[in-house]
Structure formats: structure tokens, C-alpha cells
């Protein structure tokens, strides 16, 4: 099952969002897991940490899948 995530404003970062989804524990976490190539937005590896994902997009780390909505 998918997590949901709201964006305030128009974007998060990758890294970020990996933190305030509780996938990683730090900044640093973030930026070797994509390294590593284990994060996929929208079904294809990502290897921009700080890539701005928007509302409608999708990432898959592990076995974790967070859906990106717009804040309501």
C-alpha cells in the first residue's frame, strides 16, 4: 500500500522527501541511497538527489511507495 504525501507549495526535493517520509534518518541516508540507485520516481532510477518531484508522481524505495499530492 501506498503512502501519501502532501507538497506544500510546487515541489519537494528527493532527499527531503525521503526524510519527512521517515524512509531514511538523515540528509546523508538520502543522498547515498540514491547513489546507490535504489530510489525510482515514476518507475526509472533517479540519480538527481535533490530532483523537485511534484504532485502526481510516484517513488518507490525498497519496498515503500509514496504517491505525491497537492496540500489541500
Known amino acids: 500500500m501506498a503512502i ?3 507538497v506544500r507549495g510546487d515541489y519537494i526535493q528527493l532527499d527531503q522527501l525521503l526524510k519527512a517520509a521517515g524512509l531514511v534518518d538523515s540528509g546523508g541516508a ?3 541511497a540514491v547513489e546507490e540507485g535504489r530510489v525510482r520516481v515514476d518507475g526509472k532510477v533517479e540519480s538527481r538527489k535533490r ?16 504517491v505525491l499530492a497537492a496540500e489541500s
Not at 530532483?51 to 509514496?66: D, T, Y
Open 51 to 66: 530532483a523537485k518531484l511534484r504532485p502526481g508522481q510516484r517513488v518507490r524505495f525498497g519496498s515503500e511507495e509514496i
Open 4 to 6: 501519501e504525501f502532501a
Open 30 to 32: 538520502a543522498h547515498a
